[in-house]
């Protein structure tokens, strides 16, 4: 989840988020993430707040696990991260 | 995080149990890892020391530094070995200073820290591995030690105990502070307050990296990352960036090195960087210029340590905005749940976690420990089987039956091979015994006022183990006396034209089946005329007969040979060249030494790869049975009874054009009843020189499992051990260095009289 693949994924992100559902987002397969790439979960955390519809994040992979450290988001996302 | 690190390391070493439980539980294994463990983070950090003092600037290097000190403290915390952490926990201090910048790197901490780590290993050995009390002599070292170290942690108390108060700061400096317009803030954290332009990341820059950056100019005590600016959904444009920080950053860095991290943040981006203890005012002026509602980031800042809650109000009172600050109480509610320091902790344990697992995962697919007693029980073993193979094999060969001779020849291939891979098992690399001697080098140099450099090649050439342990000494001698003797002072060897600065040069090389291990100096080289003029005095050469440069050169291998003037507490007793020289016999080597005046003096060791089997080569004498060293066997010709008539008397023949010298086996080891009516001459080659050695009968080659004699034997010239055949008859092994020498110098003899 980079600058280069963020517009498109947002794209896709978009699709999902309109629909009244619970939705999970597993993040074991994320190998990099910079800021474009944290900017989506937190939009889209923002979006599924605002329609109280649920959204976890699962399985962070290191690249999320670091930059949610760097910049100390992992209580804004609030969900548990596996100590596996 | 140091918690976390503490607890997985207690969790490697609760699985190596597991692993190890079927077999045998010792109690002590635990320990026993702790102590090789640390054994190898101390060897570690002597190397990185070591390398610090050339580039002391290496920041890879410090880190690995202060982890390995962590992991010796933390583990030992586990262990309970109370004197290991208490005075590893100091030398940590140190290291973080060291790391975080604020103490520089200079001779003097790393001779410190390089004393330390050799308490430390003190301490290991002592506390862990014996489980004794410090004696007097360590308390005192240990008292020296802290002393010493204390000098560079001195003011470190004051900000140790801050760095602890900061998480408490919004409770425990709630105390009224001098309010008022003007007035200093009580934090002593920088405060950097960012809000960067949208297209940032379409320049190619992500703050990411900048905080990253940041993080290693000091400690980020907080960071809060505020989404507010980035809008709706719908018009959120995914390359734009809308993120801002408020950090916080304990740090001694200047202003301009902190403002540099954001020298290419282009215009449209907000930076504040607030030094600490800066003025209420300027927070102020902070708060009112951030884009976001001001008592958000009053509370953040509160939240965050900048400010004191006492500070916040009375700053934006006195700036008539108290209308707001009833709103307040819900807010900072909400924040510290944000901040929830649970979550960042359970954040951080499993970041942890994770690197570690990698960094394990990776590490223990490609090594496991194994204790050297099993390797070894595997490899008498894998002797037994090579002496039961040709036992087979022998039997199969009289039966005449061809498929059981096939079945016992793919079986012998099978044999040789597990022989092989299983002797590969214990061959370490040399390089690390070389690296040992870096800190020899740098010690002895300092000690006499001689700067050497110690160049290491060939360290990945493999060694058998038992060797590699055994061959220490003998190398530590040579390096002292390259050191002593060899290299000269720094102003004799300007006034040579040499550069002042000596070096040292270690280099192994296999060779066939040995290896060879060079020790070179470029120091004056070996004095000839004095060791003649001193071995003439010891009436080891007889005057008026003037030997050859080598002949006198190896001279110094004689016991209590010393040619040194003076004699220091290193070498020039006397003691020393000959015991490297019987030492290295011992392992089936040999030394040669090579010199030239002004120039230097290079040691050549030679040494066979491992000590427990060989190729060998049987040959046959009378009715006993002798092995040579495959490796050493060169060629086998016939001596004809002409031949041998005409040679009789000289003791050489003329191998195509060469001479040769051989030795009459039958004659050397006194076998009696006369020669075979043809004899054969196996050619064997040690060190550079060849020789003959005259047989009845040639018998082929295969392998032999080395049998040491006993010491009644340990006289015998030209026997090297014994070896059990596959018929059970007991064959001798030809020692053919020494059956070599013993040629050479009969022909050299002879040649002489003549």
């Given amino acids: 989840m980079t600058i280069y693949t963020a517009a498109a994924l947002k794209k896709e992100l978009m699709e999902h988020l309109t629909e009244p559902c619970e939705r999970e987002i597993d993040l074991s397969e994320v190998s990099k993430m910079d800021s474009a790439g944290i900017q989506l979960l937190i939009m889209a955390k923002r979006e599924t707040t605002r329609h109280k519809t649920p959204l976890r994040l699962i399985g962070h992979s290191l690249a999320v696990l670091e930059i949610f450290n760097t910049y100390n988001m992992a209580a804004y996302f609030s969900d548990p991260v596996s100590l596996s | ?754």
């Fill in chain 2, 1 to 754: 995080m140091k918690f976390a690190q503490a607890w997985s390391l207690g969790k490697q070493a609760v699985s190596d149990n597991e692993k190890t439980e079927n077999m045998s539980v010792n109690p002590n294994t635990f320990v026993q890892t702790y102590i090789a463990e640390a054994h190898a983070l101390l060897q570690e950090m002597e190397g990185i020391l070591l390398k610090l003092e050339n580039d002391p600037h290496d920041a890879d290097s410090i880190d690995a530094l202060f982890r390995a000190a962590h992991t010796i403290k933390g583990s030992a915390g586990m262990f309970n070995l109370d004197p290991i952490v208490e005075f590893t926990h100091i030398v940590e201090d140190v290291l973080v200073r060291v790391r975080d910048g604020n103490v520089e790197i200079v001779a003097d901490l790393l001779a410190v820290l390089l004393d330390s780590c050799d308490y430390i290993l003190h301490l290991v050995e002592v506390v862990a591995e014996q489980g004794e009390q410090l004696d007097e002599v360590a308390h005192a070292r240990e008292a020296g030690l802290r002393k010493r170290l204390q000098v560079y942690r001195a003011d470190d108390h004051a900000v140790e105990a801050d760095s602890q108060a900061t998480r408490d700061k919004i409770a425990s400096k709630a105390v009224p502070s001098a309010a008022g317009k003007g007035s200093e803030v009580s934090s002593d954290n920088w405060h950097i307050s960012l809000r960067f332009g949208q297209n940032i990341l379409r320049e190619g820059l992500d703050p990411l990296y900048m905080i990253r950056y940041l993080s290693s100019l000091g400690d980020i005590v907080s960071i809060t990352t505020l989404p507010d600016a980035m809008p709706e959904a719908a018009e959120m444009d995914a390359e734009a960036f809308y993120l801002g920080f408020e950090i916080d950053l304990k740090s001694a860095a200047k202003k301009e090195t902190i403002a540099d991290v954001f020298e290419f943040v282009l215009d449209g981006s907000l930076i504040h960087i607030l030094p600490p203890h800066s003025k209420t005012t300027e927070y102020v002026e902070l708060i009112r210029s951030l884009p976001e509602d001001e008592i958000r980031v009053g509370e953040i800042l509160v939240a965050t340590g900048a400010l004191t809650r006492q500070e916040l109000q009375d700053s934006l009172s006195a700036q008539q905005h108290s209308v707001h600050s009833d709103g307040s109480t819900t807010l900072i509610g909400e924040i510290l749940i944000e901040q929830g320091s649970v979550k960042q902790e359970v954040l951080q344990a499993a970041l942890d976690k994770q690197a570690q697992a990698k960094d394990r995962k990776s590490n223990e697919s490609r090594f496991i420990r194994v204790q050297t007693d099993k390797l070894d029980e595997l490899i008498s073993l894998v002797g037994e089987l090579v002496t039961a193979g040709a036992g087979a094999n022998l039997l199969a060969h009289r039966s005449n039956n061809t498929p059981l001779k096939e079945a016992t020849s793919v079986m012998c291939g099978l044999v040789e091979e597990i022989r092989d891979s299983s002797l590969n098992l214990r061959m370490v690399q040399i390089g690390e015994t070389f690296k040992h001697f870096q800190r020899v080098v740098r010690d002895v140099g300092r000690e006499l006022g001689k700067e050497i450099d110690l160049i290491i090649t060939g360290g990945e050439s493999e060694l058998d183990k038992t060797l590699i342990e055994k061959i220490s000494d003998p190398l530590m001698h040579l390096v002292r006396n390259a050191i002593d003797h060899g290299i000269e002072s720094a102003e004799t060897r300007k006034a040579a034209g040499k550069p002042a600065k000596g070096t040292i040069r270690f280099n192994a090389y296999h060779d066939s089946s040995s290896i060879e291990i060079e020790v070179s100096d470029d120091g004056a080289g070996l004095n000839r005329d004095r060791i003649l003029q001193k071995a003439r005095e010891r009436g080891l050469i007889p005057v008026g007969v003037t030997p050859s440069d080598q002949e006198i050169y190896n001279l110094i291998f004689e016991a209590g040979f010393s040619t040194a003037e003076v004699v220091t507490n290193l070498s020039g007793r006397g003691v020393g060249m000959d015991v490297v020289s019987r030492n290295i016999a011992s392992l089936r080597g040999s030394v040669h030494l090579d010199s030239v005046p002004g120039s230097g003096t290079t040691v050549r060791i030679r040494l066979p790869l491992t000590l427990a089997i060989i190729d060998g080569f049987r040959v046959g004498v009378g009715k006993s049975s002798y092995v040579v060293p495959l490796d050493m066997v060169l060629e086998c010709i016939e001596l004809t009874e002409a031949e041998r008539q005409e040679t009789h008397e000289r003791n050489y023949l003329n191998l195509r054009g060469e001479v040769l010298p051989y030795v009459l086996l039958r004659e050397h080891f006194e076998i009696e009843g006369a020669g075979a009516r043809r004899e054969n001459v196996v050619v064997v080659q040690y060190g550079g020189q060849k020789a003959g050695l005259v047989v009845d009968e040639l018998m082929g080659e295969f392998q032999i499992v080395i049998k040491p004699l006993g010491k009644i034997f340990s006289n015998l010239r030209g026997i090297d051990g014994s070896t059990i055949l596959g018929s059970g008859e007991v064959a001798l092994i030809l020692d053919v260095p020494s059956l070599v020498q013993m040629a050479i110098a009969r022909e050299s003899q002879l040649v002489s009289r003549h």
